[in-house]
């Protein structure tokens, strides 16, 4: 029985999305629930699994095609042997010419998209080594041929040219790949930020010595309370944005056209780096979670955007965001705001630098932070003062637990 493989429904965010891997090909045997193709939007990467065990007989739309909500992606015959499916390409006839030469093999197996890129770049398939399954020529090894082809050395010139003293110009290699979705969303976001927005950084700097001496005196007894849940510090600075958020509602609010919408719940975006780009998770109710629900919750989200699982549901909403740039070794930057936002917290390196304390002289470990605002709802004096209770709060979390 033949069953259609659909693209899935998108949400009504999502307009359209694009074919980026098949991981089957015509000829596979699939088994029920096994990943079949993926489908990339401006915000997830969305799966695609096979509804019954069978063999993948037709693929409709190869990687690199844009699909809407419910289009046909191929078809799978249910219950079919491997060995009984209709080869991906049948093998052309050979021409008699050919068919006494030892070089006249097999034809090499293709892929629909190395099959594209192929006759695109005059590409004589037979002439890659392929390294799919079976011996099938991928569109990965397409690529590599093609530089290699760009990249071989050119014939030698005529003798009398010999004299001519030549100078090697170096590696000069280009690659050339299409933008993911995600990241031209991203790029599309940033910049409709600074260009809609009247955006302000303020900076300040805070002492993160108690945060790290409560942190290495009971880390250990909290991951082992919490069942291996680590405590690190992105906790401290989500509690302590929850507070101030709460004394300043107008960094929790947004802008929607002529309205100011403040929000009477504190959801925090937490900006995760992935390899197909910047996501930002969000926190639900930040407010009523424990340390331990706030680390084990940004872990998840953490493995979760490395392995492309992020649902669009996840990503959906924030009323702040805090971004972490101290990880990569940044010391200080300006954070975009992430609209319909009006703030965003920059969190950065930690660096040993001596500071002035009661007249004396002293190591401290320091950090400075960076609040980006709208400055259409946030006033100068509300976005100093938020960064400040921020700073209070971390230089002695004990106002964390006292509320004070």
């Known amino acids: 029985m033949a069953i259609e493989i659909k693209a899935p429904q998108f949400p009504e965010s999502v307009a359209d999305g694009t074919v980026a891997t098949w991981h089957k090909q015509p000829g596979d045997a699939v088994k029920r629930d096994e990943l079949i193709v993926d489908i990339e939007t401006d915000k997830v ?3 695609v ?5 069978g063999v993948l007989t037709e693929i409709v739309k190869n990687e690199g095609d844009t699909v809407l909500s419910g289009e046909l ?3 799978l015959e249910a219950g079919a042997a491997a060995a009984s499916a209709p080869a991906a390409t049948p093998a052309p006839a050979a021409a008699p010419a050919a068919a006494a030469s030892p070089s006249s093999a097999e034809d090499a197996i293709l892929a629909p998209a190395a099959r594209k890129l192929a006759e695109e770049n005059g590409i004589d398939p037979n002439s890659v080594k392929g390294t799919g399954k079976d011996g099938r020529v991928t569109k990965e090894d397409l690529v590599a041929a093609i530089e290699a082809k760009k990249s071989a050395p050119v014939a030698a010139k005529p003798a009398a040219a010999a004299a001519a003293v030549v100078v090697a110009a170096g590696d000069r290699t280009e690659k050339r790949v299409p933008m993911t979705r995600l990241r031209a969303k991203v790029a599309e976001r940033l910049v409709e930020a600074q260009s809609s927005m009247a955006m302000l950084t303020t900076f300040n700097e805070v002492d993160m010595t108690e945060v790290m001496a409560l942190r290495s005196k009971y880390k250990d007894l909290f991951e082992k ?3 291996g849940v680590r405590l690190g510090f992105m906790s401290f600075f989500v509690k302590a944005s929850v507070e101030a958020l709460k004394r300043f509602p107008a960094v929790n609010a947004s802008i929607d056209g002529t309205d100011i919408v403040y929000h009477g719940y504190q959801d925090i ?3 995760v780096s992935s390899d197909r780009g910047l996501v930002v998770p969000v926190l639900r109710n930040a407010e009523l979670m424990s340390l331990a629900e706030i680390e084990g919750g940004i872990a998840t989200f953490g493995k979760k955007a490395r392995d492309g699982k992020l649902s669009i549901e996840e990503m959906t909403g924030g009323t702040f965001t805090i971004t972490n740039g101290g990880t990569f070794g940044s010391m200080m930057s300006t954070p975009i705001v992430n609209p319909p936002q ?4 920059g969190m950065h390196n930690i660096l040993q630098r001596p500071m002035a304390v009661n007249g004396q002289v002293v190591i401290r470990p320091m950090m400075y932070l960076a609040l980006s605002y709208d400055h259409r709802l946030i006033d ?11 700073k209070n709060l971390l230089e002695d979390p004990a106002r964390l637990l006292l509320d004070i």
């Open 225 to 227: 309370t919490h069942n």
């Open 342 to 345: 009006a703030a965003i917290l």
């Open 269 to 271: 975006g937490v900006a």
């Open 49 to 53: 699994l096979a509804e019954a065990d």
């Open 45 to 47: 990467v969305m799966e």
């Open 380 to 390: 100068g004096k509300e976005a100093v003062s938020f960064l400040v209770t921020i």
């Open 73 to 75: 992606l191929g078809k």
